[in-house]
């Protein structure tokens, strides 16, 4: 599945929203396989970090790892998957829901501000952040 192949008319008909991945789940198989060629395209760095800001539930996350863990091993022990999250409460749902798939390549943080600190450090950094037009236009 390709990132263009998930437009679908129905899907968007509010016009203002990407869909996310507990209501298409090859979202998270689409954007994994786009990561895995990016991490390719940069000669197969030794450390990835994906940062996905305001993770939800944690489908994304884990899903993409269980894409990037089945597809390319070798790239699935380079990554540190890094959610940046504001609810405690949503950072316990993650917790569950990337522990019930074996995922220890994940950091939790609670505030946006980590980002700063995150993007200091010298490796390749990948961001997620759900936008909604609206939210391009403001």
Known sequence: VAIEDLYDEEAFKDGKTFPTDSQRPDVAKALARQIILLWKELNAPLNLRIVEMGAGGGSLA???????REENP????SVVYTI???????????????????????????????????????QWHLILQYLKVGDLLN
């Open 62 to 68: 884990s899903n993409i790892l269980n894409v990037i």
């Open 74 to 77: 070798e790239m699935y022990r």
């Open 84 to 122: 940046v999250e504001i609810s405690p409460t949503l950072i316990d749902k993650q917790k569950i829901r990337t522990w019930k798939d074996r995922h220890q390549n994940i950091e939790y943080y609670y505030e946006y501000l980590i980002i700063q600190q995150i993007l200091t450090n010298k």
